[in-house]
């Protein structure tokens, strides 16, 4: 045996459990999506098996090898472009009929193919039996029946795929028929390609003969670039054929290949590949669950309800652990306190990193609640059932049923991320459905955004903080969605087009599946936090403590302190004298020195951070912002967050303790906006909406920018949502002060 890697492609229907398989051949833990269209991109892992090295790749789910999307498009160049020696094409064995229709196109483009029957648990349960055995006859290629989630099987799988992979022998693709008139077509145009060698590098000549014939969108231009002339010649056919097929029968050629490749599979699996235990109309548990849960007044009634559920679950069971993380810190900040030395290098450890990471890993325990309560929407399949609901919604709104996966995975309900969401985006098919999702997906709550409507909320409005941030929610939606109308109907105006979407059954989520999914989330969060957040941090400290203040007022400061301590002595000293009082409690006088030296220390740490860099551009942009209810020191938050909106508590929280000296451990940075007289709950409000709609984050723009192909884009999102953020947030300010 040979032992130099082979390549495998791990292919099928989104669902169909390829990132389960995956994720168990190479140990790798990647997302796993219990709904369609997460994976876009290929990813690659590497294993071994009885010493063959093996590379896999994890290609994006897809129902058809037609160009109708992006995943197709993908997953047949990487076929064509990088021919595996063995394509494992996994199938969802609950589900085959649907399945299959993939299956028959690998077969006709004649890659070497092994299946590897999924999900038999699930339909032995639903009471489907599948016989491997008589289904790899009538196919011709291995039928593997394995459970990718517990990886029964899979052994097997492999050691067949490695078997076809080193076998030498030339794959032949089947010919399926597509009918009489059809076929004599199909023959002809093969014979065409196959006599002038067009594409057959990269396809069998009766395959890009059918592409033809179903109007495929990239192979007629692939075609065109290779040899304009026999393109011409074979498009001119296949616009005969179709409109005489439309005269006559009013069908396009799709419609009946598509017709003719459902026999095929009926056909195959009517000699006795399926049978079913029960009745075949019985309703199953999942249809039955349905009835109510997507009931079109009733689902979306429960839809909120979960919802709410799932943030009072949160605030509620994360409220202990938030409160000990805490004071956590706040002890930290002490012990650092009294263990250094005064100096730039404190003020750095304590108001840079302790008060700024620790801001954002504060918040670590709440996040891990929401997104275990995520987790198990997620695995049970009904955030599925969400996306569905929503798409009703959707239409209205002139966005795609396809949009709505990426508004959850931007933080659609709490804590995802803009990143993946503009990403995802490329499941849509029309650009203007895709640009107007892209350009909305960052009005969601994402993971950074959460801890300030979580601080936020827990300061102003703590009597009711899961109503606060279901309201919220809500309202990141509504406006998401009037800002896609009002692109649809402006500048990206074009036509719906249609959306179907399968509901995978719901399943009950092993424990382990949502610890992964749990952790996967948080870990990425605090990772953030200990690198990019920790250098936002400190270079946001730095721009908000130098240059510092002139020697002149430095003086000036110490003389005042001199008069006050002065002032005091004679009548300190007098009281110590007169007083019987050894236990060493300070006297009156001393303490009220005490006080009157620590508001010296207060003002000039004010002062000084008014005179850095940060303070002198929040002050500068004080009398626009004030508009809308921001103080300077709010100013420098919100600019940091351009950077990573992370950074808006850390910065907050730096600017707030660098305002007062005596840092009291106790005080969180919550208590500390509450007694602020700049800040009550209109401001909150107010800072909250513009939080949520102002520009996406650095890395979310440069993602906007290269998955419109343009910058036009991605600036246009800049100005239009800061100015629109501006507008809203002046507008709640001033209506809620006026009040
Ligand atoms: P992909 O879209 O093809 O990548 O599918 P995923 O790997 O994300 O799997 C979809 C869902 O099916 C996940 O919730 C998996 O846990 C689940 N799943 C995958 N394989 C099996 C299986 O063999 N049995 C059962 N019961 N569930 C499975
Ligand atoms: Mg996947």
Known sequence: MNNSSITMALAGNPNAGKTTLFNRLTGARQHVGNYPGITVDHKEGYFSHNEQDITITDLPGTYSLTAYSVEEIVTRDFLTANKPKVVINIVDASNLERNLYLTTQFLEMGVPLVIALNMIDVAKDRGIEVRARKLEELLGVPVVPIIARTGEGTDELIRQAIIVGHSEEKWQPIDISYGEDLDKIIIHLDSIIAESDFLTNSYPARFTAIKYLEHDDQMLPLGQKEDSGIARQLEQIV????????????????????????????????????????????????????????????????????????????????????????????????????????????????????????????????????????????????????????????????????????????????????????????????????????????????????????????????????????????????????????????????????????????????????LIHTWERTWQYIKKAGTVILAISILLWALMTYPGLPQEELDSFAEKRIAVTESFSETIQLEIRESDNHNGDLSESALALQERLTTIDQEQSGARLRNSTAGRIGIFLEPVSSLAGFDWRTNIALLGGFAAKEVIISTLGTAYSMGEVDVDASDSLGQRLVRDPNWNSVVAISVLIFIMFYAPCFVTVICIAKEAGSWKWAFFSMAFNTFFAFLASVAVFQIGSFV
């Open 239 to 514: 616009t005969t054929v179709s409109d005489h097929l439309l005269k006559t029968m009013d069908v396009y050629p799709e419609a009946i290949i598509a017709d003719h490749r459902y026999g095929f599979i009926k056909a195959i699996l009517r000699q006795g590949v399926v049978t079913h235990k029960f009745d075949t109309d019985r309703l199953y548990t999942s249809d039955k669950i349905d009835k109510v849960l997507t009931n079109r007044l009733l689902g979306p009634v429960v839809m909120l309800a979960i919802l709410f559920t799932l943030y009072q679950f949160t605030f509620s069971w994360s409220e202990l652990p938030v409160a000990l993380m805490g004071s956590f810190f706040g002890w930290l900040g002490s012990v650092v306190d009294t263990l250094l030395p005064e100096g730039p290098l404190k003020s750095m450890l304590i108001s840079g990193v302790i008060d700024g990471v620790g801001g954002v890993l504060g918040f670590v325990p709440l996040i891990m609640f929401m997104f275990f309560g995520i987790a198990v929407l997620e695995d049970s399949g009904y955030l599925a059932r969400v996306a569905f609901m929503m798409d009703r919604i959707f239409r209205i709104f002139g966005l795609h049923g396809s949009s709505v996966m990426p508004f959850i995975v931007s933080g659609g309900i709490a804590g995802g991320c803009a990143v993946p969401g503009v990403m995802a985006t490329r499941t849509l098919r029309s650009p203007k459905e895709r640009m107007a999702t892209l350009l909305t997906v960052p009005f969601m709550n994402c993971g950074a955004k959460v801890p300030v409507l979580i601080l936020l909320i827990g300061a102003f409005f703590s009597d009711h903080k899961a109503l606060y941030m279901f309201l919220f929610t809500l309202l990141a939606w509504l406006v998401a969605l009037v800002v896609a109308k009002l692109l649809r109907s402006t500048v990206l105006k074009g036509e719906a087009t249609p959306f179907v979407m399968e509901l995978p059954p719901y399943r009950f989520p092993t424990l382990q599946g949502l």
